[in-house]
Structures are given as C-alpha cells and as structure tokens.
C-alpha cells in the first residue's frame, strides 16, 4: 500500500505515553506527569488535605481562613429565584444584562440563579431599584448568605422592601430600626438612603417574612417614659400566597376557580347561553352559600360581587369564596342539564 504505516495503532500510542508519563519515561522533549498530559493550570490542579477523623469517620474540614476566603468570593453577589415558572437561562442572562448595563456575570444552582458584579455599588443599585421581572415573572433578589450555598429556595420565606414612616430621629439608626423591622420579620438590611440618614421621614427596609407572618399597618414603638409612637408600614409589593401550599408564588384555589369559571362559561356557551357575571348571578350564590352553610349572621358577612370576582386575598377569604364556587357549581351545573 501506498504510504507509511506506523507500527502503532492510535489506541496503543495513547497508553504507551500515558505510561511513559507514570514511570517517569520521556515523552518528547522532556519528561512528562500525569498533571502535565491533562493540564497544568493552576485553577484546574487540585491539592491533597488529610481528612479529619471523628468517631471513626472520615470528614473534610477545611480551616477558617479557607472558609472566609470563600465568603469574601461572593460578597458582591446577589442571590434569585421566580415567583412562578422558571425562564430560561438564555432570557434570564439577556434581559437582566440589558436592565443592567452588562454588568453582571450569571449561573445557577439548582433553583438559584447568581448573579455576580463587579462592584458593590452597581449590586445595592440592583437590589435597591427592584423589583425586577423577566418576561413578566417577578424576580425575588437577596444578597448571597451561606444559608442560601446550597442552592434551595424555601418558598415559605421571602424578601420583602418594607417602609416604616415616622420613626422618632434619635431612634433613626441601626439599632432603633432593627427592634422596630422586627416586628414585621427578619431584618436584613437597609437601602443606601437610609443607612446614610438623608431621608428621615421614612425608613426601606429589606425583610424575610414567613408565610404565616401577618403584616402589621401599624407598629406601636414603645420609647419609654410613657411615650408611645405608631409607626405606619407599607410594603410596594409582596408575591401571592397559597392557603393549599402554604407558600409563596401561586395561588392554587385561584387557579381552580379561573379553571372552573372558564369549564362553566364553556358548557353555557355550548347550550347556547353566554355566562355574564352579573350582580343578580353573584346574589344567588350568595343566597345558596347561606342556606348550605345555615349562617343566620351571614346577612352581615363581606360577600361575593362583580367588583371582587376573582380577586380574592388572605387565606381565610380564599376558603370562603373556593367554597361558595363549588355551591355555585353545582348550581349552574344543574340548570345545563
């Protein structure tokens, strides 16, 4: 045959020179190791550290400063998740690279997204201009904490911006601020104007709530010597409960409700009917929620109308309307067949 042909296949070339490399042979040039064939980067190499034995088994353990540097790595980043579903990773890096001005190196773990800046300024402008949605679906920010290295969200907790007006000024500080944050959650820290006191009015600041925290209007500020102040709180925005699931991001008996409405206005327009709902439609499932639950006071009760259809809120009024629908349901029902 036309041309030289080496006396070694391709697959025993390979393991001639990886074995060249473990007994020390030269390969090439010089003599090669096993870092050398695979790649001798610093970033990729790796060290040996003795595990530390406790009761017989084997843990890592690596030491303080190890730990701190690793902190200090993600100082400047902010930790994200979705209220809702999840886009995908494609649009999530365009669309905050764009609100954003490019300043922001994104990746995941598991339900997480990270987000990574430069500096310390840029990420508090983020965190502070908020809240931020992508392709509609809230984006819930958090500065990155240990607690949050594993890459799990719990949706009975979230983040929330608080503002607190009318804190008396000598208790217009870290401390003063933090007793009074706490009675709405877990404080976790304050925007720039308020941590640098120039707008004393009012105080912003971030807060984990529990899905079973009841969000006071006022907070009444005990400041000693029989001085009482209430101080008003308000909160700009806060994700939808679900009284199911007991946990943020969706409302599942509001789903089955828009799901049953659309099923009933179906079924109507099938028979040749158009479902409005009217006024008079809303009194007579009221009326049939009276006679099945057998309530004399319930002429008094905030019931259903056209005004509040399908816009429920809180657990308790979640329940009443989810159970005055399934009446309702059968109602209508009865009247297509």
């Known amino acids: 045959m036309a041309g030289h042909q080496s ?32 790649g001798s980067g610093c970033s990729q190499s790796l060290v040996f550290h003795s595990p530390v034995e406790v009761s017989g088994r084997k843990i890592a353990k690596p030491p303080r400063e190890v730990i701190e540097r690793g902190k200090n ?4 980043c902010l930790i994200g998740w ?20 490019n300043t922001v190196r994104v990746s995941t773990r598991g339900q997480l997204y990270i987000f990574k800046f430069s500096d310390g300024e840029t990420l508090n402008w983020v965190l502070e201009s908020g809240p931020w949605h992508v392709g509609h679906i809230p984006l819930i920010l958090q500065r990155w904490c240990t607690e949050l290295s594993v890459g ?3 949706f009975r907790k979230i983040p929330v911006w608080v503002i607190l007006r009318n804190i008396p000024m000598h208790l217009y500080d870290c401390t003063g601020i933090s007793y009074i944050a706490s009675v709405v959650g877990k404080p976790l820290y304050m925007d720039k104007g308020t941590a640098q006191q120039t707008h004393l009015d009012f105080a912003k600041v971030c807060v984990e709530i529990d899905f079973e925290d009841e969000i006071p209007a006022e907070i009444m500020l005990d400041c000693g010597d029989d001085f009482v102040v209430g101080i008003s ?22 789903q089955q409700q828009s799901s049953l409405q659309r099923d009933m206005q179906q079924r109507l327009q099938a028979s040749g009917s158009v479902l409005q709902p009217t006024q008079n439609m809303m009194d007579q499932q009221n009326q049939l929620y009276r006679n099945q639950r057998g309530l004399a006071e319930a002429s008094s009760m905030p019931l259903y109308s056209t005004a509040q259809a399908g816009q ?4 308790d009024w979640q329940e009443e309307i989810y159970q005055r629908d399934q009446i309702f349901e059968g ?7």
Request: aromatic letters at 12%; hydrophobic letters at 35%; one cysteine or more.
């Open 152 to 154: 799990k969200a719990d």
């Open 7 to 38: 006396s070694e296949t391709a697959p025993n070339l390979l393991v001639n020179c990886i074995w060249s490399s473990i007994s020390g042979d030269k390969v090439g040039n010089g003599t090669k190791s096993w870092t050398n064939l695979f």
């Open 73 to 76: 790595q993600w100082q400047n």
């Open 331 to 337: 109602f209508l029902f009865a009247r297509l067949k």
């Open 233 to 254: 709180v308000s909160i700009p925005w806060v994700p939808e409960k679900c009284s199911k699931c007991r946990v943020f991001g969706h409302n599942c008996l509001r």
């Open 312 to 315: 429920a809120n809180g657990g």
């Open 82 to 101: 979705f209220v809702g579903s999840t886009p995908d990773f494609k649009q999530v890096t365009s669309t905050v690279n764009m609100l954003w001005e």
